[in-house]
């Protein structure tokens, strides 16, 4: 062989060398880009989590404090202590906020413009519409106490301004959401995909009757009661207005002194306080409709919500709750230097406080064995499954699902699908109403309904899965 013939050879064995190198150097970096988001965002679930237990404890205790004035027929300070946990319920969780930010940027995520796009919308929808103006059945907001709409605008400007390193995904905004096929990802993703087993497990009937876009019942609307939790993680508790003495037995209330508080109320004073049978009273509980255990399909009013998703062996009863989590996003953008080019890896990471309820009088229940009434008995916080909490289809920092929510539905429901420019969901509409699609979905169940197997959740270029990470 030729010496030029060798240097050409060994040209090409270093060029290879050369190429490998770099891809091992971009395998690194995206390992690592990875690695680095998951941290940040699991870090920024918990310090969101975790402030959200604080603010439930907090809660709580003001609740047996109340009990202490009520007994002592101290109406002042029980007013005081109600307009303290109203402020905490909305004012609390955008604190939560803050520090899961912190979080994020202690584990080395970068600030991001598409976290605080929404937000900012919708600060000046609390100036403009909730100081001011009416909700959709024409009834204006009301504040859960005197001043809130402008604490709560300013509270959430002010972690703005700090610049959002991750973004809060399980928002809830005072408006439709929940409940309605249009304000589910998966409608669409499987409209898009023509996934008819997504159909054949969750909307077979819709798939069959459906019409036309008149078909559509209204979207679901907020209660008042939700109002007076903040919609960035949300606590889901409730102010109840009656007399404690309807919801409590004196031995319950002995109870939840003695075992959460400084001690048993004398006899005496119970027997004598008008307070505590003051049904303008107002006490803090958990929301029913939130709070209850996750793996029987129960909830606190001993009903069957069908809320299950798959699990793998024995879950401890202490965790076997359902109610307030945070979950986070965070992007991390990584460079390719074999192909000169970037991407964002992603990852959304869901977080909840756990406590246990001491039983009383043989109730097994973690939260019903005191009638929901809230106490100071949160401890911990754990990651868990982001479909274990919901709430991902909600997320803020995707801009585009939440503006085709908030402005390109109520154009739709009235009007039909419309010509939104770069909106994949409006696309979705368009193709779901023509009768052909649908009836092409309805031919394929048909025949093969029987092949369709439920699924488990999964992986994704998005970070972690619908069951965990």
Not at 427 to 454: H, M, S, V
Request: with cysteine.
């Amino acid at each position: 062989m030729r010496r030029g013939q060798v240097a050409i050879y060994l040209l090409l064995v270093l060029v290879a060398l050369f190429l490998l190198a770099l891809l091992n150097v971009d395998v690194f970096d995206v390992v690592r880009g990875k690695n680095r988001v998951q941290n940040g965002g699991d870090a920024a679930a918990l310090a969101a989590a975790r402030k959200q237990g604080r603010l439930l404890n907090e809660i709580g205790k003001l609740n047996i404090a109340h009990l202490v004035a009520a007994a002592e027929n101290d109406a002042r300070t029980c007013e005081e202590l109600t307009m303290e946990q109203r402020r905490l319920a909305l004012l609390g969780p955008v604190e939560a906020l803050r520090l899961a930010n912190n979080a994020a940027k202690k584990n080395g995520m970068e600030v991001r413009d598409e976290f605080a796009a929404i937000l900012h919308e919708h600060v000046e929808d609390i100036r403009l519409v909730y100081s001011g103006g009416t909700n959709e059945e024409g009834e204006p907001y009301p504040e859960p106490y005197p001043g809130a709409w402008t604490e709560y605008a300013t509270a959430i400007e002010n972690v703005i301004s700090e610049g959002l390193a991750c973004g809060p995904d399980n928002v809830e905004f005072y408006g439709a959401q929940g409940g309605h096929y249009l304000l589910m990802k998966d409608f669409y993703h499987a409209i898009a995909g023509e996934n008819w087993c997504w159909f054949h497990w969750h909307a077979e009937g819709l798939l069959n009757s459906y019409s036309s876009y008149t078909d559509w019942s209204p979207l679901p609307t907020r209660s008042e009661n939700s109002m007076e939790n903040s919609e960035i993680f949300n606590l889901h508790v409730r102010a109840w207005k009656g007399a404690i003495t309807d919801l409590l037995s004196t031995n319950e209330i002995q109870h939840i002194c003695r075992v959460y508080g400084d001690g048993e109320i004398p006899q005496e004073q119970l027997a004598e306080s008008f307070i505590l049978t003051n049904r303008d009273q107002v006490w803090f509980l958990f929301e029913s409709g939130r709070w209850g255990r996750w793996f029987n399909g129960l909830s606190l009013a001993g009903e069957d919500d069908g809320y299950e998703f798959p699990i793998v062996g024995e879950i401890k009863p202490e965790y076997n709750v359902r109610g307030c989590a945070a979950i986070t996003r965070c992007i991390k953008e990584v460079e390719s230097v074999a192909l000169e080019s970037t991407s964002d890896v992603v990852w959304a990471a869901g977080a909840k406080p756990f406590g246990t309820v001491e039983n009383f009088e043989g109730e097994t229940d973690v939260v019903t064995a005191l009638k929901s009434f809230v106490v100071p008995c949160f401890t911990n916080v754990r990651l868990v499954p982001l479909d274990s909490v919901g709430g991902e289809d909600l997320a803020t920092a995707d801009y585009g699902w939440v503006t085709h929510v908030r402005k390109h539905l109520p154009f739709y429901l009235e009007h039909g699908p419309m010509n939104a420019q770069g909106c994949f969901y409006c696309l979705q509409l368009q193709t779901w109403e023509k009768k052909y699609f649908r009836d092409g979905g309805i031919r394929w169940l048909k025949y093969y309904a029987g092949t369709c197997i439920r699924g488990t959740g999964g992986g994704g270029s998005h970070g972690g899965t619908s069951h965990g990470h």
